[in-house]
């Protein structure tokens, strides 16, 4: 209920913002609009993400598992990051081991969702050469490592970005913006 009140006026915001974009605009309100559906976003992605926050931390959540091909997630969320990845210069890749189990028993909307969160943060860090994202065997698991060429996080830090609303330095939401909840989003959804 209350997801539905605070996504439905965002939800005529941005509608109304996409309207506007196929009016006649001069250079200005162009710029302006473009600012607006920008920030429109960024607003509809922390909302998402505090909705998520809040659902795990109810009683109410249950993980709902199902029969998934982890490769497949793989492929869809690396298509979905590939634009950003070459806007950025780099190299965004994949690679599914051959022993790589290719059904496992999961809530697939989590697992995607936690995989997005992981190479979204690979690209967002990294500057230049390449994000990879390895599936694999580890004995009955499946083993997913995502590694970057990026900016690292040093020790100290390790320990706290998985706390809602944490990141490594100040300096962060500068240079990258962000919320700082996509990692304890994916702690709490790992089973
Ligand atoms: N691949 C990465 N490279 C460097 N730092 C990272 C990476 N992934 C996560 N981090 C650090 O962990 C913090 C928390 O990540 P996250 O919860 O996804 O928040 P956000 O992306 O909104 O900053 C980030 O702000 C960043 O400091
Ligand atoms: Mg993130």
């Keep these: ?4 009140e605070i996504r439905t006026p965002l939800n005529s915001v941005m509608g109304l913002i996409d309207t506007l974009n196929t009016s006649a605009l001069d250079n200005d309100q162009s ?3 473009r600012q ?6 960024l607003l509809l992605t922390i909302i998402n ?7 795990i931390e109810s009683d109410e959540f249950k993980l709902d598992p199902e029969s998934i091909n982890p490769c497949d997630s793989v492929t869809t969320v690396v298509n979905q990051l590939l634009e950003t990845a070459r806007q950025k210069g780099i190299l965004l890749k994949s690679h599914i081991d051959e022993d790589a189990p290719n059904l496992i028993y999961q809530d697939g909307n989590r697992f995607t969702q936690i995989l997005f969160n992981l190479v979204g943060n690979a690209v967002k860090f990294t500057e230049e050469g390449e994000v990879n994202v390895t599936l694999s065997r580890m004995g009955p698991n499946l083993q997913l490592v995502v ?8 020790e100290e830090s390790k320990k706290l970005i998985f706390k809602p609303f944490t990141q ?12 700082g909840l996509g990692l304890s989003i994916c702690k709490n959804w790992s089973p």
């Design 147 to 154: 590694d970057d060429t990026g900016i690292g996080i040093c």
């Design 1 to 4: 209920m209350i997801s539905h």
């Design 31 to 33: 710029e302006w609009v």
């Design 36 to 41: 607006m559906d920008q920030s429109a976003q």
């Design 49 to 55: 993400d505090v909705l998520d926050l809040s659902k």
């Design 168 to 179: 490594a330095d100040g300096s962060i939401t500068r240079r990258y913006g962000g919320t």
